[in-house]
């Protein structure tokens, strides 16, 4: 069995709270954090930029997976990296030349991510996943927390999973978009590793335990 993750998105947290929301999820039993980088361009809403995220950095004590939504990912790669970035993912519809890309973020010593739409198809990444370290497979459209999981996603984590196998490649395959309890263990047996969740976590009742209840489901 491959790694299984989860990764809370702060995109859903109390933003006037930010540090009780960042402190939870460190003494919980989540994995990494998941931050949503919106520009306002690629995708129709602004999230938060670099003093928030530094802000996170300063008390998060997990892996910080960096999501960026932005067009022309190639500006802020350095910056993401001195601001403490262990993954950074772009999306493939946002890069002219991908693996460029893909090895700038890995000379800044990150782990290096792409992230593909609902309509982009697994298999046009299928000459440079040696070289991928993380595929985000998007399960809604970028842009928003709280949207409802779009069903294809399992077909294309199934495709995905096949691709790396065949390449014998060590790519993790991460799900973001309206994951929650009721998908997460299928999800997991199709092949994915990382499991985002924003609302699901933050927005219930006792976020820590929504978390075990996640993890609980992929083990
Ligand atoms: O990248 C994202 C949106 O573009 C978020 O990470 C994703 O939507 C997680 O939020 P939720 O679990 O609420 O769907
Ligand atoms: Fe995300």
Redesign the pocket.
């Known amino acids: 069995m491959g790694k299984r993750l989860i990764a809370p ?1 702060l ?2 947290a109390d933003f006037g709270n930010l540090q009780h929301d960042i402190e939870m999820v460190n003494a919980s039993e989540a994995d990494w954090f ?1 931050l ?1 980088i ?1 520009d306002g361009v690629f ?1 129709p ?1 602004i999230s938060f930029g670099m003093p928030v995220v530094k802000a996170i950095a300063k008390h998060a004590k997990k892996t910080l997976d960096v ?1 960026l ?1 932005i067009v022309d990912p190639d500006r802020y790669i350095k910056e993401f990296a001195d601001l403490g970035a262990d993954v950074l993912t772009v999306h493939y519809e946002t890069c002219n030349h991908l693996n460029r890309t893909i090895q700038a973020i890995k000379g800044e010593g990150m782990k290096a991510g792409v ?1 593909i739409t609902p309509h982009t198809s697994v298999h046009l990444l299928e000459d440079s996943l040696e070289d991928i370290d993380l595929v ?1 497979v ?10 409802s ?1 779009i069903e294809n996603t399992y077909n294309k984590v199934s495709a995905l999973k096949e691709l790396i196998e065949k390449k014998n490649t060590n790519t993790l395959i991460e799900i ?5 309890a009721t998908n997460a263990k299928r999800l997991v047996e199709a092949g994915a590793n990382v499991l ?8 219930s009742e006792n976020p820590t335990l929504t978390i075990s209840e996640l993890k609980k489901e992929i083990a």
């Open positions: 998105s995109l859903a998941h949503d919106m995708v809403n999501h939504m992230a985000c998007m399960s809604v459209n970028p842009g928003f927390g709280g949207q999981f973001d978009g309206g994951v929650n985002v969740a924003g609302s699901f976590v933050f927005k």
